[in-house]
């Protein structure tokens, strides 16, 4: 009877392994593809990667004012080597590693509807909100890390002797 058991629950997840390659095997690859462009394309890809592709010129600008005259050629180097159309491949490799063809259609239908495009809209805000919570609990927070970071220093050395 515990043998039989046995086999019937191997059988089983076998058999729920075969459907899982089944299934994925139920598309192309351009099929696929299709999807995750559409998910890319749906979830403003290619806004968010100029924006990012900005952001990183900014940054760099900010940090190091002797490449301001150079702004221009490192702009277009960037798009050139990280610019949505160069990545786009790769976005869409990606997405098929995380999501099925239904997850990626039933993502790309959220982001087309007003609810989707609302999150689109207000996620950079958010981030950026949050993230000015998050500096601000570390900076109050910094003398205790400094005092624990004291505490261990001292134990480590006192380990050492």
Known sequence: MRRLFVTAVIASLLGTAMSAKLLAAEYSDEERFAAAYALVAASDGEDLSEKMTNTMVENQLQQNPALIPYRRVYTEFLQEVVGHET?????????????????????????????????????????????????????????????LIRVEAERLAMKQE
């Not at 997405?95 to 689109?120: N, Q």
């Not at 601000?136 to 910094?142: G, K, M, T």
């Open 87 to 147: 990545l786009r491949e790769e976005i869409a490799e990606l997405y098929l590693d995380y999501y099925t063809v239904e997850e990626m259609r039933t993502l790309t239908a959220f982001y087309k509807s007003p609810t989707g495009k609302k999150m689109l809209q207000v996620t950079p805000e958010l981030t950026g909100q949050l993230m000015q919570v998050v500096q601000f609990r570390i900076q109050e927070n910094l003398p205790r890390l400094q005092e």
